[in-house]
């Protein structure tokens, strides 16, 4: 039987009182991108493509909420800027028209909108392909979902509300075709696309899963507690690591009140590890807000998978820090 890494660790001697630790495990950075060019709060969420072709060309969009997009590659120069204005989150897909690439608009406040671009994969190029309206409220989060024949973003808005988008990017337009609330302000999102699951964070509560289909059940289903040891508010950034068949892998999510990432079984959906990106040559992460993992060979430099992770405290601007995923497991003893 494999080793288990034990999760709680608690003096025998300990007083009732005192609280169990949670052993969090620490990896360091291997990249960093060049520091975004606003300043205070700025850079806020990661999206990976993977090129299949060439995997070491792969690239990184992330935003700069108060100016636009960039598109990092994986050296973390700047390939592109996208003078978006405030974006907030950011999601790409791959489908048969290319990489469609959607943020979060919110440079009107009180209307919510998708801002649409095209990634030409050759040219590491942003092309606007316009803006779609999704209601009134501040958009906050967002993420996609591709399925054949059809593209769904999920958009979060500030006050919790969730309303589920049919996009046609050919044309720029979109059809609301559900809405879901939580209660308080909510904003990291992600779907696994192998179980029709989406998966939300409320920033103060905890994490929810939703049925992605415009059919399913509108009704959240909790799955973890922002309970100050495992999880620490404000919860922000989800990414998924899809690994093996059917739904093997990791929900990992920014435990943004104590700088570190708490890991999910998606077999289960139950609590497995935590981890903190911690000081090292390019020194640690602080206060993350969005997050991007994807597993695959990413070239020499990556070759068991990619994370990245915004750094709220990096100087002199907040930036995106880039871990290989292969560390990860291995400082977690994951299987």
């Known amino acids: 039987m494999r080793a288990v890494l034990p999760l709680l660790l608690l003096s025998a001697c300990a007083p ?9 495990a620490n990896v360091a950075a ?36 108060q100016a636009g997009l960039y598109v990092y590659g994986l050296d973390g120069q700047v390939r592109d800027f996208n003078n978006a204005g ?3 989150n950011v999601d790409l897909v791959e489908t048969p028209a290319g990489v469609i690439v959607a943020a979060s608009d919110r440079n009107n406040e ?4 998708i801002a649409l671009f095209r ?9 606007p392909n316009g803006r779609v309206a999704a209601g009134a409220g501040e958009a906050y989060g967002l993420c996609l979902w591709a399925t054949p024949g059809a593209l769904t973003a999920f958009i979060v808005l500030k006050d919790g509300a969730i309303r589920q988008i049919e996009l046609d990017p050919a044309k720029a337009t979109g059809r609301i075709v559900r809405t879901m609330k939580l209660a308080t302000q909510s904003e990291g999102c992600v779907v ?37 040891k495992r999880l620490v508010a404000d919860v922000e950034g989800l990414a998924i690591a899809a690994e093996g068949a059917g739904n093997g892998g ?10 570190a990432y708490t890991l999910y079984r998606l077999a289960d959906e139950r609590f497995a590890r935590r981890f903190r990106i911690t000081e090292g040559r390019l020194g640690s992460t602080q206060e993350t807000d969005g997050i991007a993992v994807m597993t695959g060979d990413f070239g020499p430099a990556f070759p068991h ?31």
Do not use: C
């Not at 990249?31 to 690239?59: F, H, Q």
């Not at 990634?119 to 092309?127: G, S, V, Y």
């Not at 998966?199 to 973890?224: H, N, Q």
């Not at 990791?250 to 700088?259: E, F, I, K, R, T």
């Open 305 to 335: 998978g990619l994370m990245v992770a915004q750094d709220g405290e990096n100087r002199p601007a907040q930036n995106f820090k880039l871990v290989d995923w292969g560390k990860v497991k291995s400082a977690l003893q994951l299987p």
């Open 250 to 259: 990791w929900l990992v999510a920014s435990s943004q009140g104590d700088n």
């Open 110 to 113: 009180a209307n919510a909108h």
């Open 16 to 24: 009732p009182s005192v609280a169990p630790v949670v052993q969090t």
């Open 86 to 88: 405030r974006v907030n």
């Open 192 to 228: 696994d696309a192998r179980t029709a699951r989406l998966y939300v964070a409320e920033e103060d509560v905890g994490i929810w899963r939703f049925d992605a289909r415009a059919s399913g059940s509108s009704t959240p289903v909790k799955l973890a507690a922002a309970d100050g």
């Open 30 to 65: 291997d990249a960093e991108t060049v520091a975004v060019k606003s300043g205070d709060d700025a850079a806020d969420d990661p999206a990976i493509w993977r090129n299949a072709a060439n995997p070491a060309a792969s690239l990184i969009v992330g935003t700069d909420k």
């Open 119 to 127: 990634l030409n994969t050759q040219t590491a190029r942003l092309e």
